[in-house]
């Protein structure tokens, strides 16, 4: 069997000047963080902006290394959640194995030329069943 797991990862990544538009509040350079506590690049952001706010010409980082901070914290972020997902799936299939042989509904969310894709409500997981197993 192989799950199939759907999401939508927004990666923050702007290509222009136009990107950090903030159409709700018709503001042209528009940033969001939270506290920065909580998040490291967001301490980052902090510091940049206050030393802005204070005079200086620039950050304590250039754009070189705020530019590559930001892809290893997107990155880092990225893995995290990666391994949060695999780890669920793992613990999802543990349980699964462990269960005797089980039925349950699904649905048909796809069929192949060898195969077809079912998802188990139940267990919010999609599944590919390949043709040699039903046909």
Known sequence: MHVSWQHT???????????????GLSMELYTHFT???????D???????????EGEESGPMNFEEVSELAELSSQKKYNS???????????????????????????VVDIGTESIDVLVLRYGIQIRILEEIFG
């Not at 506290?35 to 690049?41: A, L």
């Not at 980052?44 to 030393?51: F, P």
Request: net charge negative; proline share 7%; hydrophobic share 35%.
């Open 81 to 107: 959640k990666l391994a949060s997902d695999k780890s669920g799936e793992l613990f999802l299939w543990i349980f699964l194995k462990e269960q005797c042989e089980m039925y349950e509904p699904a649905t």
């Open 9 to 23: 990862i927004s990666t923050g990544e702007f290509d222009s000047p136009s990107d950090y538009f903030h159409y």
């Open 35 to 41: 506290s920065p506590i909580r998040r490291y690049p």
């Open 43 to 53: 301490l980052i952001a902090h510091r940049q902006l206050q030393a802005i706010l």
